[in-house]
């Protein structure tokens, strides 16, 4: 994530309270795909990153660029019922009935097809909110879109989450278009979709086809999850991802991707000055 002068928000204002209400949200994704969820209307705005700061740990908004080709395995939990009325970091009104997230980076107003990999359930959902601030969760999900891949009688579940992005015409882009391929209904559907490729091969037709490599730094080890954040903070990164994780009651830092190979070279000195017994490890992706 980026890091540049943090903004201090929380996941939730505690305002505005309102009664529920049965209002489910225009359902077009159940007819096109057989999926329950979202509305797939809102056009996913190009917004630059931002830097937001939750119990001393900064986040960076990632860009509709980065954030399109999202497609994370993590455990997921959702908000409980009590949250129904209170007012989201977006400014939205949260409603228990709508098929709504909250994520820590992602575009608000990009979407998400979620698939919960214990029951093979899947629900598209619209981010309007940040959360959860807890390490070993990767998204917050409605009541009812919870509800809809079988999660409130655990809590929390494994899940796979892949973003969605609708461009001004309709069409969809994103990680979640192969998913949402395999489940289309109608020719309409199927061409919202496909027509993302053609448009792209003619936006580019004599472009040459060539291997893109990606780099990711991971720094490991870290006995504490304090220790992490500090060498994160000691960097003063500026358009880089961090996320830290939790592996085998050890933290680890992981940076990326990186597309320039260079500031790759620059951020591995960086850390290679900090580190100290710290491993250092190196990976290179080609997609």
């Given at each position: 994530?980026?890091?540049?002068?943090?903004?201090?928000?929380?996941?939730?204002?505690?305002?505005?309270?309102?009664g529920i209400s049965p209002v489910q949200a225009k359902n077009d994704t159940d007819k096109l795909y057989g999926i329950k969820g979202a509305n797939l209307s809102r056009?996913?705005?190009?917004?630059?990153?931002?830097?937001?700061?939750?119990?001393?740990?900064?986040?960076?908004?990632?860009?509709h660029t980065a954030a399109k080709e999202y497609s994370k395995v993590g455990v997921a939990s959702y908000y409980h019922r009590k949250f129904h009325g209170r007012r989201t970091s977006s400014g939205e009104i949260y409603n228990s009935n709508l098929y709504t997230a909250a994520h820590k980076t992602l575009p608000i107003n990009s979407y998400a097809v979620v698939t919960n990999l214990r029951n093979n359930r899947k629900t598209i959902v619209?981010?309007?909110?940040?959360?959860?601030?807890?390490?070993d969760r990767i998204i917050d999900l409605s009541y009812v879109a919870a509800k809809e891949i079988g999660l409130i009688a655990r809590g929390t579940g494994k899940v796979k989450v892949e973003v969605l992005?609708?461009?001004?015409?309709?069409?969809?882009?994103?990680?979640?278009?192969?998913?949402?391929?395999?489940?289309?209904?109608?020719k309409v559907a199927s061409e919202?979709?496909?027509n993302i490729e053609k448009n792209e091969k003619k936006d580019r037709p004599n472009a040459p086809k060539a291997v893109k490599e990606q780099y990711t730094l991971k720094m490991l080890n870290f006995p504490s999850e304090k220790q992490a954040n500090n060498i994160i903070t000691r960097l003063a990164l500026d358009n880089i991802n961090a996320e830290i994780n939790h592996r085998n009651g050890k933290y680890e830092i992981h940076f990326g991707?990186?597309?320039?190979?260079?500031?790759?070279?620059?951020?591995?000195?960086?850390l290679q000055k900090i580190a100290g017994e710290n491993p250092l490890i190196v990976y290179t992706h080609k997609n």
């Open positions: 994530m980026t890091f540049k002068t943090p903004v201090k928000l929380t996941a939730l204002f505690l305002t505005l309270s309102m056009t996913t705005p190009h917004n630059s990153p931002k830097s937001y700061t939750v119990r001393g740990k900064t986040y960076t908004t990632q860009s619209r981010i309007n909110d940040r959360g959860p601030f807890s390490y992005h609708i461009a001004p015409n309709g069409n969809i882009s994103g990680a979640g278009t192969k998913t949402l391929a395999k489940y289309a209904k109608t919202r979709l496909v991707p990186l597309e320039d190979k260079q500031r790759t070279t620059q951020l591995k000195a960086k």
